[in-house]
């Protein structure tokens, strides 16, 4: 079974910064892609950023140049540096990672449990 648990989610002011973290554990052979998500009230969830296993990075358009998402293989963790925060931000935010728990077994997606960001104006 595998675990993904979010953290660094907050209240912060309009302009300001928060780290997400959100760490994989338990049964897990390899990770490809990692991402997060984001899901306001009264909204659909929507894809915020995602990084490959080898590093590449997208990212939604109204968090290009501000938001930064990056990984550490050896901790299987996936972080989302988001910086100049708008009130529009405020969401739950989970992250996702799609594991292979064994060498012959098929691949999953996984999700946290997501962590609140709320920005203040």
């Known amino acids: 079974q595998v675990q993904l648990v979010e953290s660094g989610g907050g209240l912060v002011q309009a302009g300001g910064s928060l780290r997400l973290s959100c760490a994989a554990s338990?049964?897990?052979?390899?990770?490809?892609?990692m991402g997060w998500y984001r899901q306001a009230p009264g909204k659909q969830r929507e894809l915020v950023a995602t990084?490959?296993?080898?590093?590449?990075?997208s990212y939604a358009d109204s968090v290009k140049g501000r938001f930064t998402i990056s990984r550490d293989n050896a901790k299987n963790t996936v972080y989302l540096q988001m910086n100049s925060l708008k009130p529009e931000d405020t969401a739950v935010y989970y992250c996702?990672?799609?594991?292979?728990?064994?060498?012959?077994?098929?691949?999953?997606?996984?999700w946290g449990q997501g962590t609140q960001v709320t920005v203040s104006s």
């Open positions: 990084i490959t296993s080898g590093g590449t990075t």
């Open positions: 338990g049964s897990i052979f390899s990770i490809n892609a």
């Open positions: 996702n990672a799609d594991i292979r728990p064994a060498p012959q077994a098929l691949r999953y997606r996984n």
